[in-house]
């Protein structure tokens, strides 16, 4: 079993900032692609932000420039620094996580329970 748990939502101003921090816990042989995404109410689910092991990201256009997404692979983590936010940035985020649980198993993706952003105007 894998658990992802994410941490730092809230509320805050535009043009303010937060940081989101995301744990992957369990059964875990490796990690691949970690990631953020969100969904505001209405709206379909987006990916915001993505890292590979290697460190390699992808962002969305509309946070580029302003959210800065980084992990540690020892202690299986990713966090997600969004400065400049905008009331357009409100939504759930959620962190999700491509993870092998053995040497033999092929990768599943896993994905926490999410945490509210809301950024008041």
């Known amino acids: 079993q894998v658990h992802l748990v994410e941490s730092g939502g809230g509320l805050v101003q535009a043009g303010g900032s937060l940081r989101l921090s995301c744990a992957a816990s369990g059964r875990i042989f490796s990690i691949n692609a970690m990631g953020w995404y969100r969904q505001a109410p209405g709206k379909q689910r987006e990916l915001v932000a993505s890292?590979?092991?290697?460190?390699?990201?992808n962002y969305a256009d509309s946070v580029k420039g302003r959210f800065t997404i980084s992990r540690d692979n020892a202690k299986d983590t990713v966090n997600m620094q969004m400065n400049s936010l905008k009331p357009e940035d409100t939504a759930v985020y959620s962190c999700?996580?491509?993870?092998?649980?053995?040497?033999?198993?092929?990768?599943?993706?896993?994905w926490g329970q999410g945490t509210q952003v809301t950024v008041s105007s």
């Open positions: 890292i590979t092991a290697g460190g390699s990201t």
């Open positions: 999700n996580a491509d993870v092998k649980v053995t040497l033999w198993s092929g990768y599943d993706v896993y």
